[in-house]
């Protein structure tokens, strides 16, 4: 298969690029910075930029006749609190988290149709389905993304073009590293900070990468696909499930007590 992925300059991108590449499949990688490999081959891509995204799939289509698969895995995180968010922090994530990914699926998708086949997977978050303390507007931005992956469902199902969700819970990456964090005001600090700790330890002790590359791999080969998938430990799963059972402000006080708010 012609597989583009997106954010494969280190994390699950990258591996996800050597663990196709290495299958035999012949594996494009999308992400700012050119990325040595013997196994995928880098186009620095700005996916953000609708014209450097164009550019890209037409140096894939200048050796490839057909694109099968897009993992759109770029991305970013975010924390602070809502109230100290400013509008370019906010805009910034959203043009990668949301526009980036709809500009990656608006220039496979002649393709696709011309080949009356394509499978494409957003990667969101489990946090997506909650917002999340402190990181309200990562989950707000995965959950647009997710909305946006269940409109072109009903779009593009015509030509054989299959998309869904892949809600990760947390991943050992060095995602800590890349997100934006907004400037914490006095009246947060202690709190976010406990919040903060806790949020990285669960980074630390996070699922490998690899484990997601293998549940990548079983997803391609279904031939029938529902909305949302959801990859992670069964204590972050669970939270899914139990959002939409529980009473809110039952719901709520667990979240509360997971994060150490209470």
Not at 73 to 85: F, K, L, P, R, T
Not at 170 to 191: H, L, Q
Not at 216 to 240: M, P, R, S, T
Request: proline share 3%; hydrophobic share 40%.
């Amino acid at each position: 298969m012609t597989i583009i992925i997106t954010g494969t300059s280190s994390g699950i991108g990258f591996v996800l690029a050597e663990y196709f590449g290495k299958k035999g499949h012949k594996v494009y990688g999308l992400s700012r910075k050119h990325t040595e490999s013997q196994y995928f081959k880098s186009i620095p891509t700005d996916v953000t930029d609708n014209d450097a995204v164009q550019h890209a799939i037409a140096e894939v289509l200048k050796t490839e006749t057909k694109i099968d698969v897009l993992i759109n895995n770029a991305g970013m995180g975010m924390v602070g609190a809502v109230e100290d968010s400013t509008k370019e922090d906010i805009l910034k994530l959203f043009n990668l988290n949301l526009v980036g990914a709809v500009q990656m699926m608006t220039a496979v998708m002649p393709n696709m149709r011309e080949n009356k086949f394509g499978q494409i997977i957003n990667v969101s978050s489990i946090g997506s389905e909650m917002g999340l303390p402190f990181r309200g507007f990562y989950s707000a931005s995965k959950s647009a993304l997710d909305k946006v992956t269940e409109a072109m469902r009903y779009e593009v199902y015509p030509w054989n073009v299959h998309v869904c969700s892949l809600h990760l819970g947390d991943i050992k990456t060095n995602i800590a590293e890349n997100r934006v964090k907004t400037k914490v005001s006095e009246p947060y600090k202690n709190v976010f900070d406990k919040v903060y700790a806790l949020m990285n330890s669960h980074v630390g002790d996070g699922t490998e990468p690899l484990e997601v590359a293998e549940y990548v791999e079983n997803l391609l080969g279904k031939n029938k696909w529902k909305a949302h998938y959801y990859f992670g430990k069964f204590g972050q799963k669970i939270g899914v499930p139990l959002k939409w059972i529980l009473p809110q402000g039952t719901y709520e006080n667990l979240m509360k007590k997971y994060n150490k708010l209470a």
